[in-house]
């Protein structure tokens, strides 16, 4: 198995996450992409600010950030994150039309594609929580935020796994409402 480096990660990170608005920018305007996949990343992007905002502004006192961010500025990389969530969010819409062959849950509610948001998003988290945690950075255990598994040292807490499986409910609640209208 491939372990990468905290640099490694990070740097993966810091460009597909900073290129990626650029990306579906240009696949935009060469036609490669619609504007309701477009749409479908914005949304993805709001929602994941409404984590990476609070736990920046949290801080020291919910997790610790291990390595040094390429561009030093307050929040740069909390956005960054939030294009990488929406990414993941995206994940989730291919494998929604994969499975279910239609895009018609995007206008009207189906429980089958909320169930695989719901189970994308919390598999995904827990993989990245798994890869990056101790390396990228690390969530307190508080008793707000405790240890719901340790797996090869490495302790993994309940807010992130909250957090996802609850966004990708938000996440499609957005969807109803934005592209019906």
């Given amino acids: 198995m491939i372990s990468l ?21 240009l696949l935009y305007k060469l036609g490669y992409v619609s504007k ?12 994941g600010l409404t984590w990476e905002i609070p ?3 949290a801080g020291d006192s919910f997790h610790l950030i291990l390595v040094d961010w390429p561009i030093d500025l307050p929040l740069v990389r909390n956005i960054n994150y939030a294009f990488l969530d929406s990414l993941i969010f995206l994940i989730g819409i291919f494998l929604c039309n994969t499975i279910l062959k239609s895009d018609s849950y995007l206008y009207s509610f189906n429980s089958n594609a909320l169930l695989i948001m719901i189970i994308w998003g919390s598999i995904s988290e827990f993989l990245v929580d798994l890869n990056c945690s101790g390396k990228l950075w690390v969530f307190l255990e508080n008793w707000y935020n405790p240890i719901f598994i340790s797996i090869n040292g490495k302790d993994l807490t309940l807010i992130p796994q909250l957090i996802w ?6 996440y499609y609640l957005s969807i109803l409402r934005f592209l019906n209208k």
């Fill in 5 to 25: 480096t905290a640099n490694q990660i990070m740097w993966t990170a810091f460009i597909i996450g900073s290129s990626s608005p650029i990306v579906f920018f």
């Fill in 36 to 47: 309701k996949i477009i749409s479908l990343f914005i949304i993805g992007i709001c929602v």
């Fill in 55 to 57: 736990f920046a502004l």
């Fill in 165 to 170: 499986f609850v966004a990708p409910i938000i």
